[in-house]
């Protein structure tokens, strides 16, 4: 439809099937596996997030999931696959590394990036030479990817820059009528993307942290290089240097991510909670279960996170907590970080990219 110069996308009926997440129902798998063979588009659930699929070797259905994502071309896709057989026909000069990390983490959160078979359409890699690749873990998944007998090309299934999808709800919140089925199996319970580790260089390099933890990996492949991003910060304004950071993953509703031992930092969230209050702004906290008690004498929006002790449980709820926090409308959220180790590197990866790197750095009270 043309309305003046501007194109406005046709709407189109989104159907939702939904499915026993550990025993999907053989006959809706087979209706999304035929319709992904048909080039439409189909939202389904993994063990990280919702991925938006596509038949990876349509061009015209890959160039779909740019549109209705909003996603610049130059950001390239990761090919799903239901078995290890299937990785010859997605990348070729595939290293014995490779092969090893498939035996220890796959089915599971970790996307290898490889060279690009032919076959594979270079708009689902933005251009690239190179491919990455995944095998997911989730039943529903992998129920799907067997049944499209179709390598799927598929990235979260949120417009661009929005903070990844983790139940059916927030596909439809993103991409109702622009897609022709989701699947919905509940929440996902890892929460946070896969790990991606480059193989195409002369050192294997993890391009982003995820579901696999760097020290998993590094029990493997003890040269894994990890290139932490040294974020330069203005010590008055608390702004890194710009550019460094695109912004990624964000509500929108402005985050402020405070740094620092949590009792100083719990304490400082709860003033700015208390100033911004009085300015007259919706205030929003993001916070483990046993820290939202402190702010429950001023007007704040809590969601929580889950146990603090528990970094899973962080992970799992923090792209919802964002979400939610956006459903009420609020202005400003306010969240903390979190011990970088274990999931703990993806989670602080995720806030900083919500923020375009900036944080508040708190000294210890
Ligand atoms: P998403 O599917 O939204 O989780 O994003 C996929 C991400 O995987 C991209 O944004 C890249 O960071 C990474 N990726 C995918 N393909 C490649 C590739 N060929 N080379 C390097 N990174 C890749
Ligand atoms: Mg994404």
């Known amino acids: 439809m043309i309305r003046g110069s501007t194109i406005v996308p046709e709407r189109i009926y989104t159907h939702i099937l939904a499915v026993n997440p550990e025993h999907p129902d053989p006959d809706c798998i087979d209706r999304a596996a035929q319709a992904l063979r048909q080039g439409q588009l189909v939202a389904f659930p993994t063990e990280t997030v ?22 610049p071309a130059s950001d390239p896709l990761i090919v799903h696959i239901a078995d290890t057989s299937q990785l010859t026909d997605i990348a070729c000069n595939i290293p014995d590394l490779a092969w090893q990390l498939v035996q220890h983490f796959w089915p599971g959160p970790l996307t290898l990036v490889l060279p690009r078979h032919e076959r594979i359409v270079a708009e689902v890699s933005a251009g690239l030479t190179t491919v990455a690749v995944r095998m997911p873990q989730h039943p529903v998944a992998h129920a799907l990817l067997r049944a499209a007998c179709v390598p799927i090309a598929a990235p979260s299934a949120n417009l661009f820059a929005r903070p ?32 991606v580790v480059d193989l195409t260089g002369a ?48 509500p929108r509703a402005e985050l402020l991510l ?24 919706q205030v929003g906290i993001l916070a483990p279960a046993e820290e939202l008690a ?51 590197l993806a989670i602080w990866d995720r806030l900083l990219r919500a923020t375009e790197g900036k944080f508040i750095r708190v000294a210890a009270g």
Do not use: N
């Not at 493997?220 to 460094?244: C, S």
């Not at 405070?258 to 400082?268: C, D, I, W």
């Open 50 to 71: 919702y991925g938006l699929g596509a038949h990876a070797g349509d061009v015209a259905a890959v160039r779909r999931v740019f549109e209705v994502k909003r996603r």
């Open 164 to 195: 990844s999808p983790t139940t059916a709800q927030h596909v439809l919140e993103d991409l109702a009528g622009q897609i022709e089925l989701v699947i919905d199996a509940g929440a996902t319970t890892i929460g946070v993307e896969s790990t």
């Open 203 to 250: 050192v294997p390099v993890v391009l982003r942290p995820g579901g696999i933890t760097l020290e998993a990996l590094r029990a493997i492949v003890p040269g894994l290089a990890w290139q932490a991003r040294q974020v330069k910060l203005d010590h008055a304004t608390g702004v890194a240097a710009p550019g460094m950071f695109a912004r990624h993953y964000a």
């Open 258 to 281: 405070f740094v620092g031992e949590s009792e100083a930092v719990v304490a400082q969230m709860y003033a700015t909670g208390q100033r911004l209050t009085a300015e007259q702004k």
């Open 294 to 344: 402190d702010f429950a004498d001023i007007a704040v929006h809590c969601v929580s996170l889950g146990s603090r002790s528990d970094l899973t449980e962080i992970a799992a709820h923090l792209f919802a907590g964002m979400r939610e926090l956006d459903r009420r409308g609020v202005d400003v959220i306010l969240v903390r970080s979190f011990d970088q180790s274990g999931l703990g």
